[in-house]
């Protein structure tokens, strides 16, 4: 035992140290898994659905096709789903973000209403991890015109 | 390593590194960055903002790059007791505080065309400002065990148990629901076009031999500053 040089020692020691660390740090964190998301996805609220009229926040992807503007025009109505089946209606007042759109991915603030709508009073747009080129080319001018008006709107 | 161990091999290497890494970086990261801003089209949901991704990316990397170089320095000083991996560490904490500053305001812009607001509480954006907290910490610490003569080991271990925030920063997005992306660069596969990848990796290594340029100019700094206390109390002695 006493062979190991000191610098020997104290490297084993601090690996060790930093092992123990490390596996404290990750386990905690990964008891945190379920406090420490920042929403429920749909499936999660169908099973484990939270008590009426308590403030949470809900994600997943706009399902296309299902997004209808009151006759009020300011208030609209969509449907959330995720990977499984799960469909969670959503009901919202306002003003959405620019990359609002059925078929993207969405984070909705609120509460659910004794009905099983979800009643949002933040609307947050969730982006993708895809990166992609508009291509401007191959498209006629109007269309070209209305796209870039479509995402410079509200940047000037 | 123990030939850079010495400080004159040190200062030698460093006396032609410095301007080097510092001269390259600018030039490169103003070319990566003027192609990003004339030459790159506009993204297809985000449109112009996109273009922030070639500051807010790089920052974000050499925040965390910044605290593995300090917590690297801080594990080579505690084993091998190498004084300049000391200094190593001291130097790139400044440098990592900036850039990770940077990262959170940029992201903070970002997020506000993009997301709808400019701050959310999601594991991500957490796990990043509890970092910049971190090198505040590791600053405080390390100037007070200079001032008060307390062991350099003290801000050595601090700076190794904040190395535990890094895979919680890199596995946030993965681990809970969060509204920022997950990872677009993962093993050996991109979800960024060509198009933005190209100029981003160059800005990324642009900023990189920035970060590289101060770290070595600050580990200068610090050993003149040393040196020339070592000689005042010489003086002194001698004085006296």
């Keep these: ?156 | 390593m123990h030939g850079f161990a010495n400080p004159k091999r040190f200062l030698a290497l460093a006396r032609w590194l410095t301007p080097l890494c510092l001269a390259s970086g600018l030039l490169i990261c103003a070319g990566a960055l003027g192609w990003g801003l004339f030459e790159v089209p506009p993204d297809q949901l985000m449109g112009q903002t996109v273009r922030i991704l070639f500051l807010h990316v790089p920052f974000a990397w050499l925040g965390m790059a910044g605290w593995s170089t300090l917590a690297l320095c801080s594990m080579i000083f505690l084993v091998w007791r190498h004084p300049l991996a000391a200094l190593g560490a001291r130097a790139a904490a400044a440098p990592g505080a900036v850039f990770t500053a940077l990262c959170l305001i940029t992201g903070s812009i970002w997020g506000r065309p993009t997301w709808g607001t400019w701050w959310v509480w999601d594991g991500r954006l957490t796990s990043m400002l509890v970092l910049f907290f971190l090198f505040c910490a590791y600053i405080a610490l390390a100037g007070a065990a200079e001032r008060e003569g307390v062991s350099p080991r003290i801000p050595a271990i601090f700076g190794l148990v904040g190395a535990v925030n890094l895979p919680i920063i890199n596995r946030s997005v993965v681990w809970w629901n969060s509204l920022h992306q997950p990872p677009s660069i993962t093993m050996g596969k991109s979800a960024i076009d060509p198009v933005f990848l190209v100029p981003l990796l160059i800005s990324t290594l642009g900023f990189t031999l920035i970060f590289a340029g101060v770290v070595l100019a600050r580990m200068r700094a610090l050993l003149a500053h040393t040196q020339a206390e070592a000689r005042l109390r010489r003086k002194a002695m001698e004085a006296a």
């Design chain 1, 1 to 156: 035992m006493s062979a190991l040089k000191p610098k020997h020692q104290r490297l084993v020691l601090l690996g060790f140290a930093l092992v123990a660390l490390l596996a404290a740090g990750l386990l905690a964190a990964w008891a945190l898994r379920n406090q420490a998301s920042y929403f429920y996805l749909p499936d999660q609220m169908k099973a484990n659905p939270p008590a009426v009229g308590q403030a949470v926040r809900l994600g997943g992807m706009v399902e296309k096709g299902s997004l209808k503007t009151l006759p009020d025009g300011v208030t609209i109505d969509f449907t959330v789903t995720g990977r499984g089946n799960a469909q969670i209606p959503v009901r919202f007042t306002g003003i959405v973000p620019d990359l609002f759109e059925e078929g993207s991915g969405v984070v909705a603030e609120g509460h659910l209403a004794p009905d099983g709508v979800f009643i949002a009073s933040t609307i947050l747009a969730k982006h993708d991890e895809n990166y992609v080129p508009r291509e401007m080319q191959g498209m006629t001018d109007t269309k070209a015109a209305k796209m870039a008006e479509k995402t410079t709107v509200g940047l000037q």
